[in-house]
């Protein structure tokens, strides 16, 4: 009876056993099927500690594909426009390097990944890109070319050989876009130089309307010293308003001959026939002056500084307006009195009208000091204000008086007929025009007052030393 009970909890235990066996069994295919993707799958335990064999996973195929499309994307074509020539090839030299060997092995492709992604940095900091999206395309590109160095299979290579050939298109377009680029320059360089010389065409064009206009003046001239009567050989030349070519002749001559700008010499008795011509072919109109040469009929009969005039009984003329000296600017704004006072402190006296009239009009009787026809230059009657005696130089009268004619009107002694409180005024002033002549006069200035334009010269008997 004993053995029999033994023998079924025998029975009994075995059979705990066995259920506690399949149970154990049950759990460890249980924790199996649990962490088998966690230990060998893709990404598990067992498959990192091999992950330069492995192959790629769904995922890292997604990435790259993304990468690759994104690189074809318009959304992301970089816009080269306004770039320069020297920073699109550097963009060229870098995408150069990005080059695939599947044959070195993991420690060169480690390094040449990094390689790459420095390249692409360095380019795209190079190019002053603002968007960082297409910065972010560009460095999910260098990662899945990274991802690509970890794998030898089929389709590792063909992904491989597709991101290259991508890349070369890209090299392909850059440089297209390049090569655009210089020919740009070279056509902006061009178009600029064709711009430069139409400005400086028309600024010829503009110049030459307006020499045109300048130009149909014909050029004043004269003979310097100016024609009269002379105690002594003078040296001659031209004084011109513009540049010309100066054409003369002499009284027993039939041609004339062009002036070699050399000052000449006159002793005898001539007559100067001269006219210009100037750059445009403006000529001016022939004048004549005439020299005279004699011994002088008064030698010592007026002092330094006067003129003998040679009418009546002869008297003696400051050459210039008070305080004769040639280069100064005439007194002006003085009164009768004292004009008349300054003449009787250097033991003159003012002239008489017909005095005056004489020493202007000279031997011929002329309208004005230098002839009887009016020249616009010749005396000191279209200015602003005064200027310096004798700085016309062809206003020199006959005898050899200067500005007789123009720059201020000058003080008489000779009473007006229509009012004897006044005195004649003669000669006109800086802005008489045509109307300052020889002749001219005036008695409506008062002689108490002064007059702006008005100022004196003073006379003398001959020979009263």
């Given at each position: 009876?004993s053995?029999?009970v033994d023998?079924n909890?025998?029975k009994?235990?075995q059979?705990?056993?066995?259920v506690?066996i399949?149970i154990l069994?049950?759990?460890?295919i249980g924790?199996?099927t649990?962490?088998k993707e966690?230990?060998?799958?893709?990404?598990?335990?067992?498959?990192f500690?091999?992950?330069e064999n492995?192959t790629?996973t769904h995922?890292?195929?997604l990435?790259i594909?993304?990468?690759l499309s994104?690189?074809d994307s318009?959304?992301?074509i970089?816009?080269?426009s306004d770039l320069?020539?020297?920073q699109i090839?550097?963009?060229?030299?870098?995408?150069?390097?990005?080059?695939?060997d599947?044959?070195s092995?993991?420690?060169s492709?480690?390094?040449?990944d990094?390689?790459?992604?420095?390249a692409?940095r360095?380019?795209?900091?190079?190019?002053n890109?603002?968007?960082?999206?297409?910065l972010?395309?560009l460095?999910?590109i260098a990662d899945?070319?990274?991802?690509?160095r970890?794998?030898?299979?089929?389709t590792?290579?063909?992904?491989?050989l597709d991101?290259?050939?991508k890349i070369?298109?890209?090299?392909a377009r850059?440089?297209?876009?390049l090569r655009a680029?210089k020919?740009a320059d070279?056509?902006?360089l061009e178009?600029?130089?064709?711009?430069s010389?139409?400005?400086e065409?028309?600024r010829?064009?503009?110049?030459?309307?307006?020499?045109s206009k300048?130009?149909?003046v014909?050029?004043w001239?004269?003979p310097?010293?100016?024609?009269g009567l002379?105690?002594?050989p003078?040296?001659i030349?031209f004084?011109v308003?513009?540049?010309?070519?100066?054409?003369?002749r002499?009284?027993g001559?039939?041609?004339f001959?062009?002036w070699n700008?050399?000052p000449?010499?006159?002793?005898?008795n001539?007559?100067l026939f001269?006219y210009?011509?100037?750059s445009v072919g403006?000529?001016s109109?022939?004048?004549?002056?005439?020299y005279?040469?004699?011994?002088?009929?008064?030698a010592?009969?007026c002092?330094?500084?006067m003129?003998f005039i040679?009418?009546?009984?002869g008297f003696?003329?400051d050459k210039?307006?008070?305080?004769?000296k040639?280069?100064a600017?005439?007194?002006?704004?003085?009164?009768?009195?004292?004009?008349s006072d300054?003449c009787?402190?250097?033991?003159?006296r003012l002239?008489t009208s017909?005095?005056?009239?004489?020493?202007c009009e000279?031997k011929?009787?002329?309208?004005y000091?230098?002839?009887?026809?009016?020249?616009?230059?010749?005396c000191?009657t279209?200015?602003s204000?005064?200027?310096?005696?004798?700085?016309f130089?062809e206003c020199r009268g006959w005898?050899a008086?200067?500005d007789?004619?123009?720059?201020l009107?000058?003080w008489t002694?000779?009473?007006?007929?229509?009012d004897?409180?006044?005195?004649?005024?003669k000669g006109?002033?800086?802005?008489s025009?045509?109307?300052?002549?020889?002749r001219?006069?005036?008695?409506?200035?008062?002689p108490?007052?002064?007059?702006?334009?008005v100022g004196?010269?003073c006379c003398?008997?001959?020979?009263?030393?």
């Amino acid at each position: 009876m004993s053995d029999s009970v033994d023998t079924n909890a025998q029975k009994s235990r075995q059979r705990r056993n066995t259920v506690l066996i399949i149970i154990l069994l049950l759990f460890i295919i249980g924790l199996f099927t649990t962490f088998k993707e966690t230990l060998f799958g893709p990404r598990g335990f067992f498959n990192f500690l091999s992950s330069e064999n492995s192959t790629l996973t769904h995922q890292d195929s997604l990435r790259i594909a993304d990468s690759l499309s994104r690189l074809d994307s318009s959304a992301y074509i970089f816009d080269f426009s306004d770039l320069t020539a020297e920073q699109i090839q550097h963009l060229l030299d870098s995408l150069a390097g990005l080059k695939y060997d599947a044959s070195s092995d993991s420690i060169s492709k480690k390094k040449h990944d990094a390689a790459m992604t420095e390249a692409l940095r360095k380019a795209l900091e190079t190019l002053n890109l603002q968007d960082k999206a297409r910065l972010d395309s560009l460095q999910r590109i260098a990662d899945s070319l990274a991802l690509l160095r970890r794998g030898d299979t089929t389709t590792n290579s063909q992904i491989s050989l597709d991101s290259l050939a991508k890349i070369n298109r890209e090299r392909a377009r850059l440089d297209s876009l390049l090569r655009a680029k210089k020919n740009a320059d070279s056509l902006r360089l061009e178009k600029n130089r064709l711009d430069s010389l139409a400005r400086e065409q028309v600024r010829l064009d503009s110049l030459k309307r307006v020499s045109s206009k300048k130009d149909t003046v014909a050029p004043w001239i004269y003979p310097d010293p100016t024609g009269g009567l002379y105690y002594a050989p003078v040296k001659i030349s031209f004084v011109v308003s513009e540049p010309c070519s100066i054409y003369v002749r002499f009284s027993g001559e039939s041609k004339f001959r062009v002036w070699n700008k050399s000052p000449f010499t006159l002793a005898v008795n001539e007559e100067l026939f001269f006219y210009g011509v100037d750059s445009v072919g403006n000529r001016s109109v022939i004048k004549s002056k005439k020299y005279v040469f004699e011994k002088d009929p008064a030698a010592g009969d007026c002092p330094e500084g006067m003129s003998f005039i040679n009418s009546g009984d002869g008297f003696c003329i400051d050459k210039f307006e008070w305080p004769n000296k040639k280069g100064a600017k005439p007194i002006s704004n003085v009164s009768f009195s004292e004009a008349s006072d300054s003449c009787f402190s250097k033991g003159k006296r003012l002239c008489t009208s017909s005095e005056w009239e004489s020493a202007c009009e000279g031997k011929y009787n002329w309208n004005y000091p230098y002839g009887s026809t009016y020249e616009q230059h010749g005396c000191v009657t279209q200015e602003s204000s005064r200027k310096k005696s004798g700085e016309f130089g062809e206003c020199r009268g006959w005898y050899a008086v200067h500005d007789m004619v123009g720059n201020l009107a000058e003080w008489t002694s000779t009473p007006a007929v229509q009012d004897k409180h006044f005195y004649i005024v003669k000669g006109g002033f800086w802005e008489s025009g045509k109307g300052a002549d020889c002749r001219v006069e005036r008695y409506s200035y008062y002689p108490q007052n002064r007059h702006n334009p008005v100022g004196f010269r003073c006379c003398r008997e001959a020979g009263n030393k």
